[in-house]
């Protein structure tokens, strides 16, 4: 692991400096404040929209405002993850910097490792960000939720946000520019959105674990998913350990 | 003189192309090599290989003790590279990007701080060592890749053009540089511009589609490539002279051909070593004002020319 906090450090002002993080960060923040007004006020505004029409709109409630976070999160988060995962190794081969790097005495495991987690430390922080605007307004405008519920929630939301962009990262080892990259990634996503809908397996997918954070962040009853957490937790070092295998010998 | 670069039978294939044909040196520690050759003919390759940043299809090299190929991060704790086509950080400033290298390099706190002072003073950055380097101009830019190549003090220095951005002056200021190091750290320099490396390098390697073609000293390479002709060129306000010199001179035994390039007389002879006394007793007893008499010496261009004549793309791997 030579040269990884060095590296480590520099990715994470360089996600700073780029505007990923902030820019990141006030997506998701946006997403989290208007998660719960939208699922708040959505009754009322379908009814001033169809005013001749006579539509019965149930009441919201805090399960519709979760209902309502998660949805925009598995939508616009994958995106955003594949978006920051596609150039990170690709982007630096393509530009030279890699070759910069590498010629320097750091390890070839320890260029990966600090790229992936200056990644995760932002879709983390993003998270976290949306997490607490999420729980403000819900907290505001319905019922509070529970802290360690809804905190455990935004956990598997990440979880299933890094495997998307743990497998992007992997397109991203294996080729040499970002378009390529996020295409991986993509396709990658598509396929799990296609198992996911598909009974028993759809568990082990990252989209099939929004149904364990909406009944974690609501309080249901959530039985039989250590071992899908596991597969999911497996998926994104199989991705990684597969990522450092190709790249440990590649040529820059 | 112990060996800092050797290559051993290193060939380098990329499908059906050999970008390096079982190329075999030497570079002695301490010097400094000029590598030349055409566009495609292998240099940056074999850069790339020494360097640990590629692998030979077979073949060995040895880079400061140690094979590249190993993988071994010694190896490059000892090395440094400055890569022309390399982008650096934009997004930080130039004195950010060398404590990010010598933090790599492993240093801290004050000497950390005093090297990339150091550093900055030798390349001339210390002004704009506050700058974003995406504000850089190419000549900065070149000078700062070179300033992180210096930051550990390597035993082997690979530059692959390290002067075709700069201004005559930046030119002048690095081969400076260049020359400083002579004797401490072997510098292995890939570049096109023949001039500077005739003025600084003391070993050159010609090489033409991944086959190395020449390795001398700059000496060897001119006494092997140069032809038994000297040139002499007389003081302005004698206007026969020439024509009675060159008659003279024509009478000589040792004298094979004679000819006139504008002020320029040039005489070929058969055995140069004898010919050169007798054309100076040629010249004492003619009476002219001679302004300059010496053995045509090829330049390093002439030599290049020679080895590869043709210019033309081939299709190796660069």
Known sequence: MKGYAVLLRKEVIEQWRTRRLPVVAVIFLLFGLASPVLAKYTPDIVKLVASSIDIHVPTPTVKDAVAQLIKNLSQVGVLTAILLAMGSVAGEKESGTAAFVLVKPVSRFAFLAAKFSGLAVTIAVAVLICGLAAYLYTDLLFAPLSVLGFGTACFVILLGLLEIAAVTFLGSTLVRSSIPAAGIGIVALVVAGVVAALPNVGRFTPLGLNELASNLALQQMATGWILPLIVNAGFVVVALATSWLVFRRQEI | ?318
């Open chain 2, 1 to 318: 003189m112990e060996a800092a670069i050797v290559c051993q039978g290193l060939v380098k294939r990329y499908g059906k192309i050999t970008a390096l044909d079982h190329l075999d040196l030497e570079v002695p520690a301490g010097s400094l090599f000029g590598f030349l050759g055409p566009n495609g003919a292998g240099k940056t390759t074999t850069i790339r290989l020494l360097t640990g940043l590629a692998w030979p299809t077979s073949g060995r090299s040895i880079v400061a003790g140690i094979d590249p190929a190993s993988g071994d991060i010694q190896l490059r704790q000892r090395i440094s590279h400055q890569d022309q086509q390399s982008k650096l950080y934009g997004w930080m400033k130039g004195r950010e990007l060398l404590e990010f290298v010598g933090r790599l390099f492993g240093f801290r706190g004050p000497d950390l701080r005093s090297r990339v002072d150091e550093v900055l003073e030798k390349t001339g950055l210390i002004e704009a060592a506050g700058r974003h380097v995406a504000g850089y101009s190419g000549g900065m830019r070149q000078r700062l890749n070179l300033a992180q190549a210096l930051m550990n003090r390597p035993q082997v220095l690979f530059l692959d053009e390290p002067v075709s951005s700069l201004d005559p002056a930046g030119r002048h200021d690095v081969l400076n540089l260049l020359e400083d190091l002579r004797g401490q750290v072997t510098v292995f320099m890939s570049s096109h511009i023949l001039e500077d490396v005739e003025k600084v390098c003391d070993r050159v390697g010609i090489i033409d589609r991944g086959r190395l073609v020449v390795d001398a000293t700059m000496a060897e390479l001119q006494a092997r490539f140069a032809e038994p002709v000297f040139a002499i060129e007389l003081e302005p306000g004698q206007p026969t002279a020439q024509t009675d010199l060159l008659a003279v001179l024509g009478q000589s035994a040792l004298v094979e051909g004679v000819g006139r390039d504008g002020p320029v007389l040039r005489v070929a002879v058969s055995d140069a070593s004898r010919a050169g006394p007798e054309i100076l007793r040629i010249l004492a007893t003619s009476g002219v004002h001679v302004a300059r008499f010496e053995r045509l010496r090829p330049s390093l261009e002439d030599v290049f020319l020679r080895l590869v004549p043709s210019q033309q793309p081939h299709g190796a791997h660069e």
